[in-house]
């Protein structure tokens, strides 16, 4: 077996679509091992864009089987929703080429509910997708957690939902004053679901290991990013699951003890969607430009998204906790549009410097230090299959300062552009 992940190494929204793609062109499996429909994968190839939530991002690549694993929150209503949406695009998907865990927890329509009245009535917002993560997550952990082997069975999903619902309907008739379905709606509602998706449901930890006996490759989609993992994000706005390393061992039938290489997918500047701190986040024109020319709205829920310049105290952090073999750096086009060039190298706070994020700084008051660079106009010189020489500079600053090569870079949306810098073992 090889393995390899890709890993988000800030707030999400990095571009890891793109790259998972790419690299599944070589791989046996793509698995998903956190996270849901929260996710928003895009890839274009040939001026066609695809946009992912839950189904991983090789299923574009012919001969790749993708997997959901057990980590995954899975709302089988959104499933249907996108697997139809991409039959009408032309890419039916069938069984051979989807798998999913019967062990995944399924996200309800309580969940969804509380979800959003949290996000509405509550006075500390998170700024969640409203996708009903959250609570799924907590009621797994709690072990009133419908898994997907449940839909299966009528009686079973509705003793299941009944213990789900049991303390839920108070806050939904006292704390919320919300309608909510019937547990009769919800059980007939969620076994239909069951009924169309029952033939992707199968083992997948046999399959796994037996694929590792095999000596298959297996590609690790990670969704989100580190900064939104629940242990080691910027908490409480983060994610509710284990978006770094760590995820891929819980939330997967992964038997290996490590992986053999891990990209941590980095934007050539930073975006946030959500509440929290954004220490290099820009309010000015600059900031404006940046999510005018990068589209960044979210490919979720449409929301704009916060834009700031790269930020190299968190992602020394990122990188550490990703375990990162080396950086795919994506969106440097984006950058080529931009007067100036900043790179955010340290903080200060409380008087003192630091250039490595940790969880114990307040990020809230971190002064961003920054380095000036040369800007450039275009990124890739096409005749010579070389990068712009500034644009070279400032990668190479950013890989002497993480440590790690810059494998991989993305300099525009389709498939094809993307320049492979430095060799990674997976090809
Ligand atoms: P939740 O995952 O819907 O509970 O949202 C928690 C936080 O994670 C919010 O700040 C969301 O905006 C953020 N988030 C969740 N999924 C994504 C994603 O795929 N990209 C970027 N941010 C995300």
């Given at each position: 077996?090889?393995?390899?992940?890709?890993?988000?190494?800030?707030?999400g929204?990095?571009?890891?679509?793109?790259?998972?793609?790419?690299?599944?062109?070589?791989?046996?499996?793509?698995?998903r091992?956190q996270g849901g429909n929260n996710a928003g994968h895009?890839?274009?190839?040939?001026?066609?864009?695809?946009v992912l939530h839950v189904v991983p991002?090789?299923?574009?690549?012919?001969?790749?089987?993708?997997?959901i694993?057990?980590?995954v929150v899975l709302d089988p209503e959104s499933l249907v929703k996108e697997l139809?949406g991409l039959?009408?695009?032309?890419?039916?998907?069938?069984?051979?080429?989807?798998?999913i865990?019967?062990?995944c927890n399924i996200i309800?329509?309580?969940h969804k509910?509380?979800d959003?009245?949290?996000?509405?009535?509550?006075?500390?917002?998170?700024?969640t997708t409203k996708k009903g993560i959250g609570?799924a997550y907590?009621?797994?952990?709690?072990?009133?957690?419908?898994?997907?082997?449940?839909?299966?069975?009528?009686?079973?999903?509705?003793?299941?939902?009944?213990?789900?619902?049991?303390?839920?309907?108070?806050?939904?008739?006292?704390?919320?004053?919300?309608?909510?379905?019937?547990?009769?709606?919800?059980?007939?509602?969620?076994?239909?679901l069951?009924?169309?998706?029952?033939?992707?449901?199968?083992?997948?930890?046999?399959?796994?290991?037996?694929?590792?006996?095999?000596?298959?490759?297996?590609?690790?989609?990670?969704a989100q990013?580190?900064?939104?993992?629940?242990?080691?994000?910027?908490?409480?706005?983060?994610t509710?699951s284990?978006?770094?390393?760590?995820?891929?061992?819980?939330?997967?039938?992964?038997?290996?003890?490590?992986?053999?290489?891990?990209?941590?997918?980095?934007?050539?500047?930073?975006?946030?969607?959500?509440?929290?701190?954004?220490?290099?986040?820009?309010?000015?024109?600059?900031?404006?430009?940046?999510?005018?020319?990068?589209?960044?709205?979210g490919a979720t829920t449409?929301?704009?998204?916060?834009?700031?310049?790269?930020?190299?105290?968190?992602?020394?952090?990122?990188?550490?906790?990703?375990?990162?073999?080396?950086?795919?750096?994506?969106?440097?086009?984006?950058?080529?549009?931009?007067?100036?060039?900043?790179?955010?190298?340290?903080?200060?706070?409380?008087?003192?410097?630091?250039?490595?994020?940790?969880?114990?700084?307040?990020?809230?008051?971190?002064?961003?230090?920054?380095?000036?660079?040369?800007?450039?106009?275009?990124?890739?010189?096409?005749?010579?299959?070389?990068?712009?020489?500034?644009?070279?500079?400032?990668?190479?600053?950013?890989?002497?300062?993480?440590?790690?090569?810059?494998?991989?870079?993305?300099?525009?949306?389709?498939?094809?552009?993307?320049?492979?810098?430095?060799?990674?073992?997976?090809?």
């Amino acid at each position: 077996m090889y393995s390899l992940a890709v890993i988000g190494s800030q707030w999400g929204d990095e571009g890891k679509g793109k790259i998972t793609d790419y690299l599944s062109s070589n791989a046996d499996y793509v698995v998903r091992f956190q996270g849901g429909n929260n996710a928003g994968h895009t890839i274009w190839v040939d001026g066609k864009k695809t946009v992912l939530h839950v189904v991983p991002s090789g299923v574009l690549q012919e001969n790749c089987i993708s997997i959901i694993d057990h980590g995954v929150v899975l709302d089988p209503e959104s499933l249907v929703k996108e697997l139809e949406g991409l039959k009408a695009s032309g890419l039916e998907i069938d069984e051979l080429k989807l798998k999913i865990s019967g062990q995944c927890n399924i996200i309800t329509s309580y969940h969804k509910i509380l979800d959003g009245e949290r996000e509405e009535k509550s006075s500390q917002k998170i700024g969640t997708t409203k996708k009903g993560i959250g609570p799924a997550y907590e009621d797994r952990t709690a072990r009133k957690g419908i898994k997907c082997l449940h839909l299966l069975d009528k009686d079973v999903l509705r003793g299941r939902l009944e213990n789900l619902l049991k303390e839920k309907e108070t806050l939904f008739k006292n704390l919320y004053q919300v309608d909510y379905p019937s547990i009769d709606d919800e059980c007939e509602r969620l076994y239909e679901l069951g009924q169309i998706i029952k033939t992707y449901i199968c083992d997948t930890f046999q399959l796994l290991t037996q694929g590792k006996k095999e000596g298959k490759k297996i590609l690790f989609e990670g969704a989100q990013g580190v900064l939104l993992d629940v242990d080691f994000g910027t908490y409480p706005f983060v994610t509710s699951s284990n978006t770094a390393y760590g995820g891929i061992f819980t939330g997967s039938s992964n038997g290996g003890k490590e992986l053999d290489e891990v990209i941590g997918i980095t934007k050539a500047y930073t975006t946030r969607v959500g509440e929290g701190p954004f220490p290099t986040e820009l309010f000015d024109e600059a900031g404006e430009k940046m999510g005018r020319v990068g589209h960044e709205f979210g490919a979720t829920t449409g929301r704009k998204r916060r834009c700031g310049w790269l930020d190299l105290p968190l992602l020394k952090y990122a990188t550490h906790i990703g375990r990162f073999t080396s950086i795919a750096l994506t969106k440097v086009d984006v950058l080529s549009h931009m007067d100036e060039l900043k790179v955010c190298y340290a903080y200060e706070v409380n008087g003192g410097k630091v250039d490595m994020a940790y969880p114990g700084i307040d990020l809230t008051h971190a002064k961003p230090l920054f380095k000036e660079f040369k800007p450039f106009k275009r990124c890739f010189d096409l005749d010579n299959q070389k990068l712009d020489h500034e644009l070279e500079n400032y990668i190479s600053y950013i890989e002497k300062e993480l440590r790690v090569p810059v494998s991989l870079v993305a300099y525009g949306v389709e498939r094809k552009d993307l320049f492979c810098r430095k060799k990674i073992m997976w090809q």
